[in-house]
């Protein structure tokens, strides 16, 4: 967090940069732990908030995925793995070296090709670099 006389905050997850290992920053890949994450309900007020109260921007409607690339990636893909093994939702990633953020909101494609949330419980996090595989576990929590 980093804060100015003139009022002014900005606040940061540096989680990734904590995790930052040598061996970490050595790797061809390495997928960070994911907090967990909740099914949000969104409320719309009845009246517009007046003007000269504070309003923050919310967290992040989903899970926050982190990850590291060392080096130019043909394909990079991840995947959020159900309990069962059920893939329940997937994404390609950015290929270019560094330190890269994902969002993924927690919900999957029906049949009939509408979204629906996920069920509450635990999934895993498969980060697929090539034939470098990584995971991680993420709660995802109800309203």
């Known amino acids: 967090m980093a804060a100015t006389h003139g009022r ?3 606040v940061m997850d540096i989680a990734p940069l904590e995790e930052s290992t040598p061996q970490v920053l050595s790797a061809k890949a390495h997928l960070f732990r994911v907090r967990p994450a909740r099914h949000r309900v969104v409320v719309v007020p009845k009246t517009p908030p007046v003007g000269r109260y504070y309003a923050g921007q919310n967290p992040p409607d ?3 995925i982190h990850y590291r690339i060392g080096a130019r990636a043909s394909r990079v893909k991840i995947e ?4 069962t093994g059920e893939v329940v939702g997937s994404a390609d990633g950015a290929t270019t070296p560094g330190l890269h953020r994902l969002l993924w909101k927690p919900k999957r494609l029906t049949k ?3 979204l629906e949330p996920v069920a509450p419980g635990e999934y895993v996090v498969r980060l697929k670099v090539g034939e ?3 995971e991680q576990k993420i709660e995802i929590r109800g309203p």
């Open 112 to 114: 009939a090709g509408d």
């Open 132 to 134: 470098e595989v990584d």
């Open 62 to 64: 989903g899970a926050v």
């Open 8 to 10: 002014g905050i900005y």
């Open 80 to 83: 959020i793995v159900s309990g």
